[in-house]
């Protein structure tokens, strides 16, 4: 439907409401649509790129959740992580301090 009135398509996304404190231009992820899988995508970013996708994410996390009346539940909140995900993510934290340290 590019180009018509009754909707957006990837070509033209719609105007985001959400961004009332991020940086004016848009995000490089957004919208991107090619031939890398999220994971491809994601492994073939440098630290940089990496770095500055996860800190686009949470800003918006954060606009999103400063309009939530509920926000401080939400926040408390915690889902029961899958072991395998738990394991994942412990693995993920200790090469992270581990390069950290190294550097």
Do not use: Q
Request: include cysteine; proline fraction near 8%.
């Amino acid at each position: 439907m590019h180009g018509s009135s009754h909707g957006s398509s990837i070509e033209d996304p719609p105007a985001r409401s959400y961004d009332g404190g991020m940086a004016a231009d848009t995000p490089p992820w957004l919208g991107r649509v090619d031939d890398l899988c999220e994971t491809a995508r994601y492994a073939a970013m440098t630290a940089d790129e990496r770095l500055a996708c996860f800190v686009d994410v949470c800003e918006l996390a954060r606009v999103i959740l400063e309009e939530r009346p509920d926000r401080r539940a939400v926040l408390r909140d915690e889902d029961p992580m899958p072991p395998v995900a738990a394991a994942a993510w412990a693995r993920l934290v200790r090469e992270a301090r581990h390069g950290r340290s190294a550097g």
